[in-house]
């Protein structure tokens, strides 16, 4: 009975040990750790462009960029650009410090390649559904081979991009678990961010769309504001003014009411917020109030004649407003259910803006 216990407690203490034992340098240099992914589409399959910080920049993302490392692998598909890595390599790939995943606008569009793509990283489970998504124009590899020039890791600097933003709320960009959501429910309305070159550095030029996972195309800056903002993806929001005057909505908040006009939905959205005038002062309160009325004005012909502009050119509903039918109107989503495109495209829009002007000293 003594020898047993001396047993248990033996095996007891080396499996307790076992945890701290961790990974030594060698096991470390056998892995590979992309901080950042670019795909593009070639004629028969994908190129894939691997960016990898420095060995010793993994403990500290946020360090200087020393170049790091690329590679580029050009194959059939995702799956095969993996293989063909580790096999030249002679080292594993680790998604665990993976930030972003970069989509060349060809291959995004090519629907076949991109599904291969998602039920590849669905099955393997291996990349964060936190990773940010974004879109290139026109190649990704074009976009992360900017990195040389930046001063920490593309991916670090793509991510530090959008969640340290003063305009886009931290769930605003899409990540890779949207985009899995959007593969198998297709149910709403997706904004990418596309990035382009701006002085030697990635910036966000526009935003492309889907609906329930079938492309729209692009927005221009202002109008994927305007529905993201609809959605309550913004922090601030500006508007300018017939007198120059810049206004800035400060975490502004949209309210939706759904209803019937003329047999058809129609959608009432409400914006709340408080703003400043940016670019001046206010010399009394009845300037103020001047001001106030102005703005309303105007964030109230700006928002509808964006969405009423998207449904004519796009036929897309850019507030997703369909999404909240079901828990709004149970009779109208029955009747649209099966056609969300007929709804988008009949959907009618009230505006209403109650913005306070503060602090225009």
Same mark, same amino acid.
């Given at each position: 009975m003594k020898k047993i216990k001396r047993?248990?407690?033996?095996?007891?203490?080396?499996?307790?040990?076992?945890? #701290?034992?961790?990974?030594?340098?060698?096991? !470390? %240099? $056998?892995?590979?750790?992309?901080?950042?992914?670019?795909?593009?589409?070639?004629?028969?399959?994908?190129?894939?462009?691997?960016?990898?910080p420095q060995l010793s920049e993994i403990a500290d993302e946020k360090a200087k960029s020393d170049e790091?490392?690329?590679?580029?692998?050009?194959?059939?598909?995702?799956?095969?650009?993996?293989?063909?890595?580790e096999a030249d390599s002679e080292n594993s790939l680790d998604y665990n410090h993976l930030k972003v995943l970069v989509f060349g606008m060809d291959f995004l569009e090519n629907e076949n390649a991109l599904e291969q793509f998602l039920e590849f990283a669905v099955s393997q489970e291996n990349f964060a559904r936190n990773t940010l998504v974004f879109v290139a124009s026109p190649d990704a590899s074009d976009i992360l081979s900017l990195n040389g020039? #930046?001063?920490?890791?593309?991916?670090?600097? !793509? %991510? $530090?991009?959008?969640?340290?933003?003063?305009?886009?709320?931290?769930?605003?960009?899409?990540?890779?678990?949207?985009?899995?959501?959007?593969?198998?429910n297709r149910n709403s309305v997706l904004f990418l961010p596309v990035l382009s070159e701006n002085g030697g550095i990635p910036a966000i030029s526009e935003f492309y769309v889907s609906r329930d996972f079938k492309p729209v195309g692009t927005?221009?800056?202002?109008?994927?504001?305007?529905?993201?903002?609809?959605?309550?993806?913004?922090?601030?929001f500006s508007v300018k003014l017939s007198g120059g005057e810049i206004i800035k909505l400060d975490a502004p908040d949209c309210s939706?009411?759904?209803?019937?006009?003329?047999?058809?939905?129609?959608?009432?959205?409400?914006?709340?917020?408080?703003?400043?005038?940016?670019?001046?002062?206010?010399?009394?309160?009845?300037?103020? %109030?001047?001001?106030?009325?102005?703005?309303?004005?105007?964030?109230?012909?700006?928002?509808k004649e964006t969405l009423c502009a998207a449904q004519d050119e796009k036929g897309v509903d850019l507030a997703d407003s369909f999404r909240k039918l079901g828990g709004s109107d149970r009779s109208l989503y029955d009747r649209y259910a099966g056609d969300k495109t007929h709804y988008d495209a009949v959907i009618n829009y009230e505006v209403k803006s109650e913005v306070t002007l503060v602090d225009t000293k």
């Open positions: 047993y248990l407690c033996i095996a007891f203490l080396l499996s307790a040990a076992l945890p #701290l034992a961790g990974c030594n340098t060698r096991e !470390l %240099e $056998d892995r590979s750790f992309p901080l950042a992914i670019g795909i593009d589409e070639t004629g028969s399959g994908c190129s894939v462009a691997f960016y990898f790091g490392e690329s590679f580029r692998v050009v194959a059939d598909s995702y799956y095969e650009a993996w293989q063909t890595y020039g #930046l001063n920490e890791p593309v991916g670090t600097f !793509l %991510e $530090d991009m959008v969640t340290g933003s003063t305009v886009y709320k931290t769930h605003a960009m899409p990540t890779l678990g949207d985009l899995y959501n959007e593969y198998y927005l221009d800056m202002q109008d994927a504001l305007v529905g993201l903002l609809a959605e309550n993806k913004l922090r601030s939706y009411e759904i209803t019937t006009y003329r047999g058809k939905p129609q959608l009432i959205l409400t914006v709340k917020s408080e703003a400043a005038l940016m670019n001046g002062m206010c010399a009394d309160s009845e300037k103020r %109030e001047e001001l106030e009325a102005q703005t309303n004005r105007k964030l109230t012909e700006v928002l």
